[in-house]
Protein backbone atom coordinates (compact mmCIF):
# COMPACT_ATOMS: atom_id res chain seq x y z
CA UNK A 1 0.00 0.00 0.00
CA UNK A 2 1.21 3.16 -1.04
CA UNK A 3 2.13 5.83 1.74
CA UNK A 4 0.03 9.17 1.48
CA UNK A 5 2.05 10.53 4.28
CA UNK A 6 1.62 13.68 1.82
CA UNK A 7 -1.92 13.72 2.55
CA UNK A 8 -1.88 13.70 6.13
CA UNK A 9 0.18 17.48 5.81
CA UNK A 10 -1.32 19.97 3.53
CA UNK A 11 0.54 23.29 3.20
CA UNK A 12 -0.45 25.74 5.53
CA UNK A 13 -2.41 29.15 4.00
CA UNK A 14 0.52 31.01 4.98
CA UNK A 15 3.02 29.54 3.24
CA UNK A 16 1.38 30.98 0.12
CA UNK A 17 1.76 34.35 1.45
CA UNK A 18 5.74 33.36 1.61
CA UNK A 19 6.40 31.51 -1.33
CA UNK A 20 9.51 33.52 -4.05
CA UNK A 21 7.24 34.24 -6.90
CA UNK A 22 4.10 35.19 -4.92
CA UNK A 23 6.23 38.06 -4.22
CA UNK A 24 5.65 39.53 -7.40
CA UNK A 25 1.62 38.65 -6.90
CA UNK A 26 1.41 40.56 -3.75
CA UNK A 27 -0.03 44.23 -5.12
CA UNK A 28 -2.75 41.76 -6.93
CA UNK A 29 -3.59 39.51 -3.72
CA UNK A 30 -5.86 41.81 -2.08
CA UNK A 31 -7.99 43.02 -4.58
CA UNK A 32 -7.83 39.45 -6.79
CA UNK A 33 -8.76 36.97 -3.61
CA UNK A 34 -12.81 36.67 -3.22
CA UNK A 35 -13.17 37.58 -7.27
CA UNK A 36 -16.05 35.65 -9.28
CA UNK A 37 -14.73 33.49 -12.06
CA UNK A 38 -14.86 35.07 -15.38
CA UNK A 39 -16.84 32.31 -16.74
CA UNK A 40 -20.06 31.09 -14.67
CA UNK A 41 -19.89 27.87 -12.69
CA UNK A 42 -21.29 25.47 -10.53
CA UNK A 43 -21.28 23.16 -8.14
CA UNK A 44 -20.09 19.61 -9.55
CA UNK A 45 -23.54 17.27 -9.99
CA UNK A 46 -24.51 15.33 -6.78
CA UNK A 47 -22.62 11.34 -7.33
CA UNK A 48 -24.94 8.77 -7.73
CA UNK A 49 -24.05 5.39 -5.83
CA UNK A 50 -23.34 2.73 -7.57
CA UNK A 51 -23.04 -0.80 -6.82
CA UNK A 52 -19.41 -2.09 -7.87
CA UNK A 53 -20.18 -5.31 -10.41
CA UNK A 54 -17.24 -5.14 -12.74
CA UNK A 55 -13.53 -3.53 -12.41
CA UNK A 56 -12.92 -1.94 -15.02
CA UNK A 57 -8.87 -1.60 -15.70
CA UNK A 58 -7.78 1.48 -18.00
CA UNK A 59 -3.92 -0.14 -20.14
CA UNK A 60 -1.91 1.64 -22.51
CA UNK A 61 0.77 0.15 -24.04
CA UNK A 62 4.31 1.41 -25.42
CA UNK A 63 6.51 -0.16 -27.67
CA UNK A 64 10.34 -0.27 -27.03
CA UNK A 65 10.40 2.86 -29.60
CA UNK A 66 8.13 4.58 -27.22
CA UNK A 67 4.77 4.49 -29.52
CA UNK A 68 1.21 3.35 -28.84
CA UNK A 69 0.76 -0.09 -29.31
CA UNK A 70 -2.77 0.02 -31.57
CA UNK A 71 -5.16 -2.48 -32.82
CA UNK A 72 -4.48 -5.06 -29.53
CA UNK A 73 -7.74 -7.76 -29.23
CA UNK A 74 -8.87 -8.77 -26.14
CA UNK A 75 -6.85 -12.15 -26.57
CA UNK A 76 -3.60 -10.51 -26.10
CA UNK A 77 -3.98 -9.36 -22.41
CA UNK A 78 -4.35 -11.24 -19.29
CA UNK A 79 -5.00 -10.14 -15.94
CA UNK A 80 -4.32 -11.15 -12.89
CA UNK A 81 -6.01 -10.30 -9.54
CA UNK A 82 -3.54 -11.16 -6.46
CA UNK A 83 -1.46 -13.33 -9.16
CA UNK A 84 -4.53 -15.14 -9.47
CA UNK A 85 -5.68 -15.04 -13.71
CA UNK A 86 -9.01 -13.68 -14.11
CA UNK A 87 -11.16 -13.60 -16.90
CA UNK A 88 -11.47 -10.84 -19.09
CA UNK A 89 -15.58 -10.03 -19.09
CA UNK A 90 -15.61 -7.22 -21.65
CA UNK A 91 -13.19 -5.01 -23.89
CA UNK A 92 -12.84 -1.92 -25.56
CA UNK A 93 -10.59 -1.30 -27.81
CA UNK A 94 -8.47 1.72 -28.11
CA UNK A 95 -10.51 3.54 -30.85
CA UNK A 96 -12.92 3.38 -28.95
CA UNK A 97 -14.40 7.03 -27.12
CA UNK A 98 -13.86 8.15 -23.46
CA UNK A 99 -14.66 11.11 -21.55
CA UNK A 100 -12.19 13.38 -20.32
CA UNK A 101 -11.85 16.12 -17.67
CA UNK A 102 -9.74 19.06 -17.36
CA UNK A 103 -9.03 20.08 -13.79
CA UNK A 104 -7.22 22.64 -13.68
CA UNK A 105 -6.02 24.58 -9.96
CA UNK A 106 -7.08 28.48 -9.99
CA UNK A 107 -4.49 30.43 -8.17
CA UNK A 108 -0.72 32.10 -8.00
CA UNK A 109 0.78 28.56 -9.82
CA UNK A 110 -1.11 28.29 -12.47
CA UNK A 111 -1.59 32.41 -12.91
CA UNK A 112 1.81 32.43 -13.38
CA UNK A 113 1.74 29.79 -16.10
CA UNK A 114 -1.44 30.12 -17.70
CA UNK A 115 -0.34 31.00 -21.07
CA UNK A 116 1.55 27.82 -21.25
CA UNK A 117 -1.02 26.44 -19.90
CA UNK A 118 -3.43 27.16 -22.59
CA UNK A 119 -1.69 27.15 -25.35
CA UNK A 120 -0.73 23.60 -24.91
CA UNK A 121 -4.13 22.67 -24.02
CA UNK A 122 -5.92 23.88 -26.84
CA UNK A 123 -2.90 22.04 -28.44
CA UNK A 124 -4.18 18.92 -26.66
CA UNK A 125 -7.75 19.42 -27.88
CA UNK A 126 -6.31 19.68 -31.38
CA UNK A 127 -4.63 16.03 -30.83
CA UNK A 128 -7.91 14.25 -29.01
CA UNK A 129 -9.85 12.23 -31.78
CA UNK A 130 -13.79 14.17 -32.49
CA UNK A 131 -15.49 11.48 -30.38
CA UNK A 132 -14.54 12.27 -27.28
CA UNK A 133 -16.39 13.96 -24.78
CA UNK A 134 -14.77 16.67 -22.57
CA UNK A 135 -15.53 18.46 -19.51
CA UNK A 136 -13.92 21.34 -17.88
CA UNK A 137 -13.21 21.83 -13.68
CA UNK A 138 -11.77 23.97 -11.83
CA UNK A 139 -11.14 24.32 -8.44
CA UNK A 140 -9.64 26.32 -5.68
CA UNK A 141 -11.77 26.01 -2.08
CA UNK A 142 -14.42 23.45 -4.16
CA UNK A 143 -14.23 21.97 -7.18
CA UNK A 144 -16.88 24.12 -9.86
CA UNK A 145 -17.84 22.89 -13.19
CA UNK A 146 -17.24 25.64 -16.20
CA UNK A 147 -18.67 23.20 -19.26
CA UNK A 148 -20.41 19.83 -18.92
CA UNK A 149 -19.14 17.38 -21.32
CA UNK A 150 -19.20 18.30 -24.95
CA UNK A 151 -17.62 16.66 -28.17
CA UNK A 152 -17.57 20.46 -29.34
CA UNK A 153 -13.55 21.32 -29.25
CA UNK A 154 -14.54 25.18 -30.05
CA UNK A 155 -16.93 25.65 -27.14
CA UNK A 156 -14.05 23.50 -25.12
CA UNK A 157 -11.24 26.22 -26.33
CA UNK A 158 -13.69 29.28 -25.48
CA UNK A 159 -14.38 28.43 -22.10
CA UNK A 160 -10.90 27.89 -21.20
CA UNK A 161 -9.78 31.04 -22.45
CA UNK A 162 -12.42 32.68 -20.12
CA UNK A 163 -11.28 30.91 -16.85
CA UNK A 164 -9.91 33.64 -14.01
CA UNK A 165 -6.84 31.96 -13.08
CA UNK A 166 -6.35 34.76 -10.11
CA UNK A 167 -10.20 33.63 -8.86
CA UNK A 168 -8.70 30.94 -6.00
CA UNK A 169 -5.79 32.65 -4.06
CA UNK A 170 -5.39 31.35 -0.19
CA UNK A 171 -7.47 28.32 -0.40
CA UNK A 172 -6.35 25.33 -3.03
CA UNK A 173 -8.25 21.74 -1.76
CA UNK A 174 -6.44 19.50 -4.37
CA UNK A 175 -7.17 16.13 -2.67
CA UNK A 176 -10.93 17.30 -1.82
CA UNK A 177 -11.51 18.65 -5.32
CA UNK A 178 -10.00 15.13 -7.00
CA UNK A 179 -12.22 12.85 -4.43
CA UNK A 180 -15.17 15.06 -5.43
CA UNK A 181 -14.58 15.16 -9.01
CA UNK A 182 -13.94 10.67 -9.10
CA UNK A 183 -17.18 10.40 -7.21
CA UNK A 184 -19.36 12.52 -10.11
CA UNK A 185 -18.06 10.06 -12.57
CA UNK A 186 -18.46 6.58 -10.60
CA UNK A 187 -21.52 6.26 -12.31
CA UNK A 188 -20.67 7.41 -15.66
CA UNK A 189 -20.15 4.32 -18.05
CA UNK A 190 -16.70 3.51 -20.57
CA UNK A 191 -13.07 5.32 -20.29
CA UNK A 192 -12.76 8.51 -18.14
CA UNK A 193 -9.66 10.41 -17.49
CA UNK A 194 -8.90 13.60 -15.24
CA UNK A 195 -6.27 15.59 -16.81
CA UNK A 196 -5.22 17.37 -13.87
CA UNK A 197 -3.15 20.71 -14.08
CA UNK A 198 -1.89 21.42 -10.24
CA UNK A 199 0.78 22.72 -8.43
CA UNK A 200 0.14 19.90 -6.52
CA UNK A 201 -0.17 22.51 -3.14
CA UNK A 202 -3.07 21.06 -1.06
CA UNK A 203 -5.47 22.85 1.77
CA UNK A 204 -7.46 20.35 2.22
CA UNK A 205 -8.37 19.70 6.20
CA UNK A 206 -10.98 17.59 7.67
CA UNK A 207 -10.60 14.79 5.42
CA UNK A 208 -10.42 10.93 6.07
CA UNK A 209 -7.19 9.41 4.55
CA UNK A 210 -8.17 6.30 5.06
CA UNK A 211 -11.12 6.75 2.29
CA UNK A 212 -9.56 9.25 0.45
CA UNK A 213 -6.40 6.10 -0.35
CA UNK A 214 -9.71 3.77 -0.78
CA UNK A 215 -11.15 6.28 -2.80
CA UNK A 216 -8.32 6.09 -5.34
CA UNK A 217 -7.83 2.46 -5.32
CA UNK A 218 -11.15 1.81 -5.45
CA UNK A 219 -11.79 4.24 -8.86
CA UNK A 220 -11.73 3.38 -12.04
CA UNK A 221 -10.63 7.08 -13.49
CA UNK A 222 -7.35 7.39 -14.83
CA UNK A 223 -5.53 10.23 -14.18
CA UNK A 224 -2.21 12.28 -15.78
CA UNK A 225 -1.08 15.45 -14.13
CA UNK A 226 0.95 18.32 -15.41
CA UNK A 227 2.61 20.33 -12.48
CA UNK A 228 2.00 23.97 -13.25
CA UNK A 229 4.57 24.89 -10.35
CA UNK A 230 7.68 25.72 -11.75
CA UNK A 231 7.55 29.54 -11.46
CA UNK A 232 7.05 29.26 -8.06
CA UNK A 233 9.99 27.58 -7.76
CA UNK A 234 11.92 30.37 -9.01
CA UNK A 235 12.97 33.36 -6.71
CA UNK A 236 12.21 36.47 -8.06
CA UNK A 237 15.36 38.05 -9.75
CA UNK A 238 17.36 41.43 -8.91
CA UNK A 239 15.70 41.36 -4.79
CA UNK A 240 17.81 40.48 -1.62
CA UNK A 241 16.26 38.44 0.92
CA UNK A 242 16.72 38.55 4.47
CA UNK A 243 18.34 35.36 6.38
CA UNK A 244 15.02 34.59 7.44
CA UNK A 245 13.53 34.99 4.20
CA UNK A 246 16.07 32.69 2.90
CA UNK A 247 15.24 30.08 5.20
CA UNK A 248 11.48 30.66 4.59
CA UNK A 249 12.11 29.92 1.10
CA UNK A 250 14.43 26.90 1.64
CA UNK A 251 11.17 25.62 3.49
CA UNK A 252 8.83 26.17 0.33
CA UNK A 253 11.34 24.56 -1.41
CA UNK A 254 10.66 21.38 0.69
CA UNK A 255 7.03 21.51 0.52
CA UNK A 256 6.99 21.81 -3.11
CA UNK A 257 8.89 18.34 -3.37
CA UNK A 258 6.16 17.42 -1.08
CA UNK A 259 3.62 19.01 -3.58
CA UNK A 260 5.03 16.39 -6.56
CA UNK A 261 5.38 13.32 -4.39
CA UNK A 262 1.71 14.33 -3.33
CA UNK A 263 0.91 14.61 -7.27
CA UNK A 264 2.51 11.43 -7.85
CA UNK A 265 0.74 9.67 -5.23
CA UNK A 266 -3.13 10.90 -6.87
CA UNK A 267 -1.96 9.42 -10.54
CA UNK A 268 0.38 6.33 -10.27
CA UNK A 269 -2.38 4.01 -7.93
CA UNK A 270 -4.85 4.53 -11.33
CA UNK A 271 -2.01 3.85 -13.61
CA UNK A 272 -1.78 7.67 -14.57
CA UNK A 273 1.85 9.82 -14.39
CA UNK A 274 2.86 12.81 -13.67
CA UNK A 275 4.69 15.83 -15.99
CA UNK A 276 6.99 18.29 -14.70
CA UNK A 277 7.39 20.86 -17.85
CA UNK A 278 10.22 22.79 -17.03
CA UNK A 279 10.28 24.85 -20.12
CA UNK A 280 7.35 26.40 -22.47
CA UNK A 281 7.91 23.66 -24.82
CA UNK A 282 7.88 20.82 -22.22
CA UNK A 283 3.65 21.85 -21.59
CA UNK A 284 3.35 21.25 -25.65
CA UNK A 285 5.99 17.79 -25.04
CA UNK A 286 3.08 16.45 -22.43
CA UNK A 287 0.17 17.75 -23.53
CA UNK A 288 1.01 15.85 -26.73
CA UNK A 289 2.03 12.39 -24.72
CA UNK A 290 -1.54 13.17 -22.09
CA UNK A 291 -3.39 12.91 -25.67
CA UNK A 292 -1.54 10.28 -27.40
CA UNK A 293 -2.39 8.19 -24.16
CA UNK A 294 -5.76 9.02 -23.75
CA UNK A 295 -6.40 8.22 -27.37
CA UNK A 296 -5.02 4.56 -27.55
CA UNK A 297 -6.37 3.54 -23.73
CA UNK A 298 -7.92 0.07 -24.06
CA UNK A 299 -10.69 -1.16 -21.43
CA UNK A 300 -10.85 -4.43 -20.09
CA UNK A 301 -13.24 -5.59 -17.08
CA UNK A 302 -12.87 -8.40 -14.51
CA UNK A 303 -15.31 -9.54 -11.74
CA UNK A 304 -14.45 -8.40 -8.20
CA UNK A 305 -13.50 -11.28 -5.84
CA UNK A 306 -13.38 -11.71 -2.07
CA UNK A 307 -12.70 -10.20 0.39
CA UNK A 308 -14.22 -6.97 0.47
CA UNK A 309 -12.47 -3.89 1.93
CA UNK A 310 -9.04 -5.16 1.04
CA UNK A 311 -7.00 -4.32 -1.52
CA UNK A 312 -6.43 -6.55 -4.33
CA UNK A 313 -3.03 -6.04 -6.57
CA UNK A 314 -3.88 -5.99 -10.03
CA UNK A 315 -1.24 -6.82 -13.12
CA UNK A 316 -2.15 -6.70 -16.80
CA UNK A 317 0.47 -8.46 -19.23
CA UNK A 318 0.85 -8.86 -22.72
CA UNK A 319 1.64 -10.61 -25.73
CA UNK A 320 4.15 -7.84 -26.92
CA UNK A 321 7.71 -8.28 -26.35
CA UNK A 322 9.37 -5.28 -25.67
CA UNK A 323 6.57 -3.50 -24.41
CA UNK A 324 5.84 -1.34 -21.72
CA UNK A 325 2.17 -1.89 -19.70
CA UNK A 326 0.55 0.39 -17.81
CA UNK A 327 -2.49 0.21 -15.71
CA UNK A 328 -4.48 0.82 -12.32
CA UNK A 329 -2.24 -1.21 -9.32
CA UNK A 330 -4.98 -2.45 -7.95
CA UNK A 331 -8.83 -2.11 -6.46
CA UNK A 332 -11.03 -2.42 -3.94
CA UNK A 333 -14.30 -3.46 -3.32
CA UNK A 334 -15.74 -1.37 -0.17
CA UNK A 335 -17.80 -3.49 2.37
CA UNK A 336 -21.27 -3.93 2.13
CA UNK A 337 -23.44 -2.31 4.60
CA UNK A 338 -25.02 -4.60 7.03
CA UNK A 339 -28.66 -5.92 5.71
Given at each position: ?????????????????????????SSFAECAYGQEPTLPSTPLPTPIQVKVSEVNIGVTVI?????????????????????????????????DPGLVILLLETGPSAFLNQGNELHAASKFLDSLPANFRIALVSYSRAPALLLDFTPDKATVRQALGSVNFMSGFLELNLVASVCATIDWLASLPGKKTIVLLSSGIDTSHDLNWQAVRQKIQASDVRILAVSVSEEIRKPPKHLVFSREQRE???????????????LRQLAEPTGGRVYFPQRDEDFDQAFS????????????????SAPEDQLHALRVTVNRPFSTVSFRQGYLIPKSPPN
Open positions: MRNFAYLEHPFRREIFLLAPAFVLLDASGNSVTGLNQDDFRVFDNDVPQPVLAFLPDDTLKFVKTNLADADRGEIATSISHEYRLSIAP
